[in-house]
């Protein structure tokens, strides 16, 4: 289809001769765009690769750090937090630059959803209460504004964590390490029972809605939340923000603890429009019904320091904090106690999505989606703001090829800014429960970018199976924005990336991730089936002041990326993949990569849980036979009507990419996983067991594993559970083979 080995040619050649490299291009794709009429009127396609990789070139040229810069100034220069008056504000920026870039169209889309907020002049506090119920020590209940003036707007949200119940709870404090259930059950081998006391749980290993689930299962009173100074500081400890990236002492991270995947709490599988049913808040299933609030590391420090030191942790749970750590229940002083005094309240609000479309000049019902979240606990500047303001200049670049070439993609690209994605993926699950159907239908492929830039170190990429190479040989295109990789020989981003992370399985290729959860990309690939890709620029996974107030303008342009460069290549990259994907004539789909995933993962899951299904009689060869099925229809659509499809018939071209399209959702059960209607996808939605990392059939693994460790009631039922869902996996695997061949 598109030859990389060309593009980096060409794009050499511009570098050297940057100028009339620039006219040869700019002529070339105005006899690209009349040759493209004529594609258009007679279908005729081989000529469009040519307009394709120039677009490419065009796009990685005008792609600006200093516009990125700018975008990213006015989105940090408020806090704009879900439902809150800078949130439609920043939806109707949007909106107003996307039209004034030249998208077709742009418009805000409301949603009436249930949120959460401090309320308004109290603060939330952890204190220490003495043997005469004087308090001895109160936690600040907001961070202190050190890097730049607008750290001290009044907009700024004292710390909470949304959806935390409102409430006063007094008593003694267990320190539960990450609140795993394993963590649980060694304390309780050290005859330590959580129950009627304060669960102190350090942050990290698993989604914090989940520690404070398996709290209030185990009897915990309320949760207070801290970041052990192992993950926030560096060796030199004094070394923080706003004079580095290392979170100083005061930093609490913001982050809600609701604990249904779905969006919106109270209109679960539907979307929360004017019309919408809406369950009960009383006793609903997702809200916590304990306090619970997240402190700084020196103020969890304080709380360390006062518990008795009669019961001493293990060594696994000890960190970097200046403390000693032991596990409670009792404190050190007779009669104290510690108190923990939340006043967050639930509250329906209207929080607001961004859609902005340009429409595609053959194909404009098929779709290729760009999202990103736009809201943020305070500023966001890295997360997510670095991809709304890469976003931005995305659609500006676009929308002056429209108006300066004439390009149009395609398909058609739709760009969504997502609205409170920080209480749950709300702006993103309610848009895909309203146009599930449509979505079904026609949209090609979801490129997510959350935080651009987390660091500076390498890019790293998630992707489903068809779209790992696509992300790869993108890579290859878009310049190394590190003047130091350059100077060691990487002159690709693909370069350093290769560098930091390769592929066991191919050395010759970077490690491409699987999706996992958490971010906006779940409510299209998990609930509806549509391939999606995920990336960024970053160092090792997240970083430091993350959800805290220093995650600001200062931190991302004096700290992590001088001169926007690494948000630039992160742009370019986002951009020039849904080229690719909304200009190819031929879907650019890695369909045989996903006959090999599915032959991989199932002998993994062989080794793995085949002698517990053995020894129940329980057997994996039906969906052995549907996977070599599938690895024989993919191969033979490949070497057949893929290969030879006569692009000049556009009934050919349109035929072989439905299939190719289509594929994905096969993989789709609308009845939902087993115990998880809200997830559909039988082969990579994300597990629920949190705590392996098997990432394969988790419908499967987390019935398995509840076997394995006998957590639930040895259930009679299960193993009914277990066959039904491995038929499930089965059936449809073998109609995705069939759907590439034949008929029924
Ligand atoms: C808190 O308690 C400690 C130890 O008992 C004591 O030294 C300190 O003065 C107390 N602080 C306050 C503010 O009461
Ligand atoms: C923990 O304590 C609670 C309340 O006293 C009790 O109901 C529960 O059975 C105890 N758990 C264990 C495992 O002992
Ligand atoms: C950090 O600062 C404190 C107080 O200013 C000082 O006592 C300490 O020695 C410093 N530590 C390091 C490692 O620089
Ligand atoms: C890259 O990030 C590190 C912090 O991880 C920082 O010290 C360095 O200055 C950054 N480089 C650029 C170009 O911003
Ligand atoms: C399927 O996977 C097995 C085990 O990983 C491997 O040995 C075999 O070659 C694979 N088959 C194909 C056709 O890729
Ligand atoms: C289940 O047990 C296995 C070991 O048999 C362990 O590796 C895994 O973490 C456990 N899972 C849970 C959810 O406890
Ligand atoms: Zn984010």
């Known amino acids: 289809m598109w030859s990389t080995q060309d593009v980096s040619d060409t794009k050499n050649m511009l570098d050297k001769n940057k100028k009339s490299g620039y006219w040869i291009v700019a002529v070339a794709v105005i006899l690209c765009f009349a040759t493209g009429i004529l594609i258009g009127r007679y279908g005729t396609t081989s000529v469009a690769d040519y ?23 006015y989105l940090t220069s408020t806090p704009h937090v879900a439902g809150t008056a800078q949130d439609l504000l920043q939806a109707e920026w949007m909106r107003d630059r996307f039209l004034e870039a030249g998208l077709d169209e742009a418009k805000t889309v409301p949603y009436d959803v249930l949120l959460s907020y401090p309320r308004v002049g109290v603060m939330n506090k952890v204190s220490l209460i003495d043997e005469q119920g004087r308090i001895n020590y109160t936690t600040a209940g907001r961070q202190p504004p050190l890097g730049s003036p607008e750290e001290f707007s009044d907009d700024i949200l004292h710390n909470f964590n949304a959806f935390s119940a409102n409430g006063v709870v007094e008593g003694n404090v267990v320190y539960v390490h990450y609140g795993r259930k394993k963590d649980y059950e060694y304390l309780l081998s050290r005859g330590i029972n959580v129950s009627g006391h304060i669960a102190l749980i350090r942050l990290g290993a698993i989604f914090r809605g989940s520690k404070v689930d398996l709290a209030e299962r185990y009897g915990a ?69 304990i306090p619970v609030q997240a402190i700084g590391y ?119 800014s997502w ?63 590190s003047v130091h990789e350059i100077e060691s020989g990487h002159k690709t981003v693909f370069d350093t990336w290769l560098a930091q992370s390769r592929d066991r399985d191919n050395v010759d290729q970077p490690m491409v991730g699987h999706l996992g959860g958490g971010s906006d990309f779940e409510g299209f690939s998990y609930v509806i089936g549509i391939p999606a890709a995920d990336f960024g620029y970053m160092k090792n996974g ?21 001169g926007f460069v690494h948000h630039q290549a992160v742009a370019r ?93 096969f ?37 398995v594993v509840q076997v394995e460790n006998k957590t639930e009631s040895n259930d009679p039922e299960i193993w009914s559970k277990i066959r039904h869902h491995l038929s499930v996996i089965a059936f449809l695997i073998g109609e995705a083979g069939r759907s590439l061949n034949g008929d029924f």
């Open 221 to 289: 009173i309320g949760v207070i939340l801290f970041s052990d100074r192992l993950e926030k500081t560096s060796q030199n400890r004094n070394n923080t923000y706003p004079d580095s990236w290392w979170m100083p002492g005061t930093g609490a991270e913001y982050g809600h603890v609701g604990r249904l995947r779905g969006g919106d709490l109270l209109t679960p599988f539907y979307p929360a429009i004017e019309s919408a049913f809406r369950i009960k808040e009383e006793n609903h299933p997702g809200l916590p019904k």
């Open 51 to 73: 307009h394709n990789f120039d677009v490419r070139n065009l796009v990685i040229d005008e792609i600006s750090a200093e516009e990125i810069d700018s975008n990213l100034r």
């Open 542 to 562: 997240v970083y430091p002041t993350q959800y805290s107030l220093y995650d600001s303008y200062h931190l991302a342009s004096n700290i992590v990326d001088r």
């Open 667 to 703: 993989f789709i059960d609308s009845k939902g996983l087993p115990d998880h209607p809200e997830t559909n996808h039988v082969v990579f939605s994300t597990s629920s067991s949190d705590s392996h990392n098997f990432n394969t059939f988790a419908g499967l693994v987390d019935l």
């Open 298 to 416: 020196e103020e969890a420090e304080v709380i360390l320091r006062n518990i008795s030191p009669e019961n001493s942790a293990p060594t696994k749970w000890i960190g970097k904090m200046d403390a000693p750590y032991s596990l409670g229940p009792s404190l050190r002083n007779p009669g104290w106690r510690v108190r923990l005094d939340v006043s967050t309240v639930n509250e329906r609000r209207t929080t607001f999505n961004t859609i902005g479309i340009l429409r595609g000049s053959v194909e404009d019902d098929r779709y290729v989606l760009l999202g990103n979240h736009r809201d943020a606990w305070t500023f966001g500047a890295l997360d997510p703001s670095s991809g709304t303001a890469s976003m931005i200049e995305i659609a500006r670049v676009f929308g002056k090829m429209k108006r300066d070439q004439h390009w149009r993609p395609r398909r058609t690209i739709v760009f969504c």
């Open 419 to 481: 609205g409170a994605h920080e209480y749950g993926l709300v702006g993103s699950y309610e848009w895909t429960q309203q146009h599930a159907t449509v979505l079904g239908q026609r949209a090609v492929a979801y490129l997510n970018v959350d935080t651009a830039v987390s660091g500076n170190r390498t890019l790293f990429g998630n992707a489903f199976p068809t779209l790992k190479q696509l992300l790869i040989d993108t890579a290859k295109l878009i310049p190394n924005p």
């Open 573 to 665: 990259m986002w951009a020039v993949a849904a080229v690719t994907l909304s200009d190819s004539v031929i879907l650019p789909f890695d369909v045989l990569a996903y006959a090999s995933y599915l032959n991989h993962s199932l002998s993994l899951l062989h080794t793995k849980y085949g002698p517990i299904l053995q020894q129940n009689g329980v057997s994996l060869k039906h969906v052995r036979v549907s996977v070599d099925h599938f690895m024989f229809s993919v191969k033979h659509f490949s070497e057949n009507e893929l290969k030879n499809v006569d692009q000049s018939n556009i009934f050919a071209v349109r035929r072989v990419n439905d299939k190719l399209m289509y594929l994905e959702r």
